[in-house]
């Protein structure tokens, strides 16, 4: 998820704000401290991203 974050040159506080999601899940999914749910797949369907890559 961070890679693909950061390759849009967003902030975790951002990418939170733009799927309705705290800046805490963002960072707890990319330190891999959370287990992805289905807001995960609304949010790669919004970034056109495979929630695998995410």
Known sequence: MRKYRKA????QTQLAEA???T???IRNYE???RTPTTSIFL???RRSAC???L
């Not at 849009?8 to 902030?11: G, Q, Y």
């Open 8 to 11: 849009r040159a967003m902030a």
């Open 19 to 21: 799927c309705g999601l």
């Open 23 to 25: 800046d805490s899940a």
């Open 31 to 33: 330190l891999c401290n």
């Open 43 to 45: 949010l790669s369907r």
């Open 51 to 53: 929630p695998k890559r």
